[in-house]
């Protein structure tokens, strides 16, 4: 099955700062790659989602590109808010099995 | 619309016990599933539905059933609670032919003694 790993599980940039949250994943098949994000006692929100023949989305200030040949995709947030910290999830999929999630990135935003 | 609803929000069991997690959505969306997550572990899939009358087995289904008689609901049954299902378990629901969740319900918490 699908497997992904996702990079840093901790992350803490001054406000006003970017920050970026990688994923790799496993299976060539995969065509799909969401995002998620998860504030505290809430279920997660998907934010942005890319599909696999596209190569960059943007959403004002937040970004995903997707590297097919290298198997990665990452999200890039811009101009970094304190309400967008929060625990932000990568998954990948679209097939009949669905998505596999990435274990969760814990973005803290420092005033 | 309400989106995805999910009840009870908190829940304890007794090893053994049995219960049903219920799960709504008012979008029409024909796909449905049932996530658990676990500190560290990110989101699992347990089982899911791409239709009315059609389910299937997700990556850790062993120990829970679902049914889908209507396009609405999709509730979740823990046959004979364990220990290791105590989680926060979320459903989730899609359309426009994609097999993932795109609105998620907030939570149930369950504990298992």
């Known amino acids: 099955g699908e497997n992904v790993e996702q990079h840093p599980s901790t992350l803490s940039v001054q406000e006003g700062d970017s920050a970026v949250i990688k994923c790799t994943y496993s299976d060539s098949a995969s065509n799909y790659f969401p995002w998620y994000k998860q504030e505290l006692g809430k279920g997660p929100q998907l934010i942005i989602d890319i599909r696999s023949n596209v190569g960059e989305k943007k959403d004002q200030r937040i970004a995903v590109t997707l590297n097919k040949t290298a198997k990665h995709f990452s999200l890039h947030i811009t101009e970094t808010q304190p309400e967008d910290s929060a625990v932000y999830f990568c998954?990948?999929?679209?097939?009949?099995?669905?998505?596999?999630f990435g274990k969760g990135t814990h973005l803290i935003i420092q005033p | 619309n309400a989106g995805v609803t999910q009840t009870p929000k908190f829940q304890v069991l007794k090893t053994g016990q049995s219960m049903t997690l219920q799960c709504a959505q008012d979008m029409n969306h024909e796909y449905m599933s049932w996530y658990r997550q676990d500190p560290g572990m990110g989101l699992r899939l347990i089982h899911y539905?791409?239709?009315?009358?059609?389910?299937d087995q997700g990556e850790v289904p062993n120990g829970y059933n679902v049914s889908r008689s209507t396009t609405e609901d999709f509730p979740l049954r823990l046959l004979s609670a364990a220990p290791s299902q105590t989680s926060v378990y979320f459903c989730?629901?899609?359309?426009?032919?994609?097999?993932?969740?795109?609105?998620f319900g907030p939570g149930t918490r369950l504990t298992v003694t």
């Open positions: 989730a629901s899609s359309s426009g032919g994609v097999r993932g969740p795109k609105y």
């Open positions: 539905s791409v239709g009315a009358g059609i389910t």
């Open positions: 998954a990948c999929g679209g097939g009949a099995d669905g998505l596999t």
